[in-house]
């Protein structure tokens, strides 16, 4: 008699979209769900290793990576929680492992969505607070030595501001991104930002806008929690094309960053500024120096040398890839671009999809005095996404020439027609949510 047949389990997928109807709307910004769950799961936030929690507009996962590969330079187990993912969920779970982490499996990952599902009961969630809630469950299940925790958006009603006491909080730099949700002035998104600050705990900021910064040391004042600010209580230079990091202890001259553009500089400088405002964390300079080198973050001005879409593209061109979606991503991306110009020069072209909610104007101001050839396309399976005749007619109102494609691909068959003199320099850029599909059609996806 032949055994009955399993039930095959859903894929993950299928879940996500499953816990994605449990809110009406994708956003709410809320701590009173996450309470209520934590409850519930019998809080597993509070049986986390340390926590270094960050937050900022601009930059936050850049610097998580430097973060996680410093630490774990000096032999420490480090959980990682980042979004928004690229090609896979599981990029948003990194689980510490001595010699480095990995991402969490599928099965194990599927195990502790359905458990915060069954355990929430159909109660109204977002599905990052569901996904939050797994992440402390899988930290707080597996040892580490320190949990880097990134904050989705904004800060103060984020789902992973219930962390009452981490190690560090750290500001990346603030600039105008989600108004909608945040406010419409940089004091006020300053505000929601800083609120991850908490009472005697150090806060760790990157240079700000003195709007920013006015606000930041106002919560950090009212929170009694010691601020060290760029500028201030540390700096950071590029010498020589090396990384020069100077604080009340000392200097350390470091080689430069792999992740390409000044503003990585900065980046690993926040990290390393962090990490030496930490007393109870001992990293050696070599672990400094190889972290720096080593970290490595997908989709911010990454270089796709090979792959299938390097194939495409005119024979010779370079492609780059970066998430850049407001005005500021947009500005150091310009400058990083301005870096590659300087060294060898070639025709420019950007290949940019947006979603519906940005300012594709001041996002593709940036590179006006770059390149004046656009190609705007879709973002694939992304319902608010921007429609690419609205990106286009934001592109020709800058003065831009301006083509739309069916999507990436079409895009760089079309350019491989063209005569160049020069090869191209391509940038494929305007939202994460575009970098993920560029990753997985490339064939790269992040490990």
Known sequence: MNAPAAHPQPSIDDLIARLSTLHSTRIDLSLDRMHRLLQQ??????????????????????????????????????????????????????????????????????????????????????????????????????????????????????????????????????????????????????????????????????????????????????????????????????ERGRLVYQDERGLMDLAAPKLFGRHQFDNAGLAIATLRTVDSLKIGAAAFEAGIVNAEWPARMQRLACGALADLGPPGCEIWLDGGHNAEGGRVVAAALGDLEERVSRPLVIIAGMMGNKDAAAFLANFAGLTRHIIAVPIPGADNAMPPDRLAAAARGLGMRVEIADGVEPALQALAKLAYEVPPRILITGSLYLAGPVLALNGTPPR
Request: hydrophobic share 45%.
């Open 41 to 238: 799961l019998d809080h597993p936030e509070r049986k986390l290793a340390p926590v270094i929690h960050v937050a900022g507009t601009n930059g936050k996962g850049s610097t998580v990576a430097y973060l996680r590969a410093i630490l774990e330079a000096a032999g420490l187990r480090v959980h990682v929680f980042t979004s928004p993912w690229l090609v896979r969920i599981n990029e948003s779970f990194r689980i510490g492992r001595k010699g480095g982490g990995v991402l969490v499996g599928d099965d194990e990952l599927r195990e502790v969505l359905e458990y915060c599902e069954r355990v929430n009961a159909g109660a109204p969630l977002t599905f990052f607070e569901v996904k939050t809630a797994a992440a402390f469950c899988l930290f707080a299940q597996n040892p580490a030595d320190v949990v880097l925790l990134e904050v989705g958006l904004g800060g103060r009603f984020d789902s992973t501001n219930v962390i009452e006491q981490p190690l560090a909080s750290v500001l990346t730099p603030v600039s105008m991104d989600h108004m909608e949700f945040l406010g419409d002035t940089v004091a006020a998104i300053a505000g929601e930002k800083a609120a991850i600050i908490k009472r005697g705990v150090p806060a760790i900021s990157a240079e700000q806008t003195a709007e920013a910064m006015a606000v930041i040391e106002a919560q950090a004042k009212r929170m009694h929690a010691p601020l060290f600010a760029a500028g201030e209580g540390w700096h950071v230079n590029v």
